[in-house]
């Protein structure tokens, strides 16, 4: 089993910042890929950014490029999600997920590994 935690969620402002942290344990081993997805009210939950673990090659939403940038701690086995100029609409419950094998997936039925979500609100 692997669990993710995810952590760092929270009441911001428009144009502040906020780093989401997830810490995965288990049995990892096979765990290439880590992403982050986000679920907006009254929305389906949509992809936000992944990183693959052996190399640190990333993909992102273009919703959020040049915004947000995800990063991985490999002894600590750690994501992070460093979210800048943050908007309103970037408010949701945000998701860290894993997934085995290298493939940067965007849609979230490739990842079988789901933490429980932090909630990210940010106000006009």
């Known amino acids: 089993q692997v669990q993710l935690v995810e952590s760092g969620g929270g009441l911001v402002q428009a144009g502040e910042s906020l780093r989401l942290s997830c810490s995965a344990s288990?049995?990892?081993?096979?765990?290439?890929?880590m992403g982050w997805f986000r679920q907006p009210p009254g929305n389906e939950r949509e992809f936000v950014a992944a990183?693959?673990?052996?190399?640190?090659?990333?993909d992102y939403a273009d919703s959020v490029k040049g915004r947000f940038r995800i990063s991985r701690d490999i002894a600590g086995r750690m994501v992070y999600l460093q979210m800048n100029s943050l908007k309103p609409e970037d408010t949701a419950v945000y998701y860290c997920?894993?997934?085995?094998?290298?493939?940067?997936?965007?849609?979230?039925?490739?990842?079988?590994?789901w933490g429980q979500g932090t909630r990210v609100t940010v106000s006009s």
């Open positions: 997920a894993g997934r085995d094998g290298n493939i940067l997936e965007t849609q979230s039925a490739e990842y079988a590994y």
């Open positions: 288990g049995r990892t081993f096979n765990m290439g890929t």
């Open positions: 990183i693959r673990w052996r190399d640190g090659t990333t």
